[in-house]
């Protein structure tokens, strides 16, 4: 076994207190109540800076270690489905369409969560009812995105929850997948 290190205290910063945030709005704090608006704003800051992380950052971070590529993403899932188990140390090609998908998401949240705020867009069905349909699309996805943690770490023999914490990916010594 090797360990790597893969995630930088900022990243996993960034993670564990995204899904604080995004918990607590989605299921803890009333949508109505002002600190529901503050953690929202919380919650844009820290996209604002994953995505400065992610030009900027070190290795790992950097979104051109993981460009979302649909190809790449089926050719990973055929290796799944084929028992093959290759180890990435950054994210996979569908881990990172997923991460696109979250950080997309999440966003658009807060933008249609602040338009809420607006005079011009308070009240307003489409938005509402917009910011609701993409909460529920990122809940779907949180639970998608836990389920393949899992599934993944069982498979390959890494943990990854682990990863995420230490910023350590600890896989058998064949070498991984940069």
Do not use: C
């Not at 960034?14 to 604080?20: D, G, T």
Request: aromatic share 10%.
């Amino acid at each position: 076994m090797s360990s790597h290190k893969v995630w930088d205290p900022l990243l996993r910063t960034f993670h564990w207190s995204l899904v604080a945030g995004f918990t607590a709005n989605a299921l803890l704090i009333d949508g109505e109540a002002n600190l529901h608006e503050v953690v929202g704003y919380a919650v844009l800051g820290l996209i604002g800076f994953r995505v400065l992380w992610g030009i900027i950052g070190p290795r790992y971070a950097l979104f051109s270690s993981f460009p979302p590529d649909p190809s790449a993403a089926i050719g990973q899932a055929g290796e799944m489905l084929r028992g093959e188990k290759r180890v990435h140390l950054g994210h996979s090609p569908l881990g990172a369409l997923m991460i696109y998908n979250l950080l997309l998401s999440i966003m658009a949240i807060a933008v249609t969560g602040w338009m809420m705020t607006t005079s011009t867009y308070w009240g307003v069905g489409w938005v509402e009812d917009t910011h609701e349909a993409l909460v529920s699309w990122a809940e779907l996805s949180v639970v998608v995105h836990v389920a393949a943690v899992i599934l993944e770490s069982l498979r390959l023999h890494v943990n990854l929850p682990k990863a995420m914490i230490t910023g350590y990916k600890t896989v058998r010594t064949e070498s991984p997948e940069s």
